[in-house]
């Protein structure tokens, strides 16, 4: 028998795990940030689990995910590696026994799916597909990544419930792993909330965003392969020929270099700005005349939920998966090949030319925190 009992319809006094890797200020674990506070509000008693509370460049952004609601527990196991934290996840079940660890990622996944059967608990494991499993599995180049990949391939089959963050994803993981579409559940990441239209507000402090300057383009993101920002940087050039725009680009990685150097040689570096890591993407993102999301693959990209939210007008590249989900087959914004330079510029200097484009709120109800919270209570529950 379950810890949690389905047939009682109170949620009191339960306790629920959200195990991640790490912090690196992402969607996932913004989205997971949201969650503990919403199943907390619930009534749920909520432990955080990390396996380190720095990931890579993350300093500041764990200073803020750390800072946990009332309700919610952080518990750092301060391991080098998720497998690391197998251990101290053992120790954990065992002496918790929480009704439902709900991990994110496949890293977390193939952690909590071990450590639940080397504790012997009945906890259910709930498993969240943040990507599209497919591009996990082609880019798998290091032995880690490729031992992860076949450890998931093995090992899903026994968790509870495995959900992902969009119909794509969801589909693509039954593909990848021969089972039946109904075997995975698609639950939207908890993304729009009350902090982001009270943050939205709040006043910025950029060059770019003074009175009467030029229009603002805006992406945010890692500085990595996955988000593109070549293309999107080649087609903000071909976009700032034709108009007087500029493009700010928020997130830390690293081809920063690069792509500085890229902006050089397009002689368009006095127009683009990288500040790195940012707290409130919100207060920005409802002041910038345009969101573009240059992305080759994707989940369920939060950015473009969040900007819609913000009242940012966006332009995404159809990437699997998310975007074509999220935008409605382009009613909500613009939708244009990935790696496609002229397309995206195209539409980006469309979009720049149309005033009042913003997406209206019912294109992001389906994501806000209370839906998604209601959606894992269920699965929590074993409905």
Known sequence: MSA????????????????????????????????????????????????????????EVASNLTQMP????????????????????????????????????????????????????????????????SAEVKNATTKHEKLMVNAARLSYGSADVVTAVSRGVADDMARVLRRKKSWVKVIYNPIVSQEITEKAHQSVEHEFFRQDTPPVIMSIGRLEPQKDYRTLIQAFAKVRKRRPCRLVIFGQGYLRTELEELSRQLGIESDISMPGYTSNPYAFLSKASLFVLSSIHEGLPTVLIEAMACGCPVVSTDCPSGPMEILDGGKWGGLVPMQNVDELAESIDQSLAMPNTAAPPESWKPYTVEASVSAYIKVIRGH
């Open 70 to 133: 009332e309700g919610v527990n952080f518990i750092d196991f301060k391991a080098r590696t998720p497998r690391a934290s197998v251990g101290p996840l053992v120790r954990y079940l065992k002496k918790q026994r929480p009704a439902a660890i709900i991990s994110f990622g496949h890293n977390a996944n193939v952690v909590a799916l071990l450590a639940r059967r080397l504790a012997s608990v009945q906890s259910r494991n709930i498993l969240s597909i943040q990507n599209n499993f």
């Open 4 to 59: 949690f009992d389905s047939t009682n319809l109170m949620i009191t006094n339960y306790r629920v795990a959200i195990y991640i890797p790490c912090l690196t200020g992402g969607g996932a674990e913004i989205s997971m940030h949201r969650l503990a506070a919403g199943l907390a509000k619930e009534g749920f008693n909520v432990d955080f689990l990390v396996s380190n509370s720095i990931g890579p460049d993350a300093e």
